[in-house]
């Protein structure tokens, strides 16, 4: 998926959208790590420092969170912790 560099939504914004529709609809699931920037910049090509932003949205949304030495995971959406048996 390729980002619009001439339009009003800026690249960290549009690189949010398309990683949270990937967590919306199953292709990166919960529990599972989200691209690391180096992937995300290959894909994307865009700095670093817009990836972070982009990654800082969906944590801010309480979508995916950071595991430290591991990567940025999704987070499980279920909110029933209550053991089952």
């Not at 609809?25 to 790590?33: E, F, K, N």
């Amino acid at each position: 998926m390729s980002i619009d560099r001439e339009g009003p939504v800026p690249p960290y914004r549009q690189i949010a959208a398309i990683l949270r529709a990937r967590i919306t609809d199953g292709s990166i699931p919960a529990g599972r790590r989200i691209p690391s920037l180096v992937e995300m910049e290959a894909e994307f090509d865009v700095a670093r420092d817009t990836l972070r932003k982009a990654v800082k949205v969906l944590k801010d949304e309480g979508l995916v969170e950071t595991v430290t030495g591991m990567g940025v995971y999704v987070v499980n959406s279920d909110t029933d912790d209550t053991p089952v048996g």
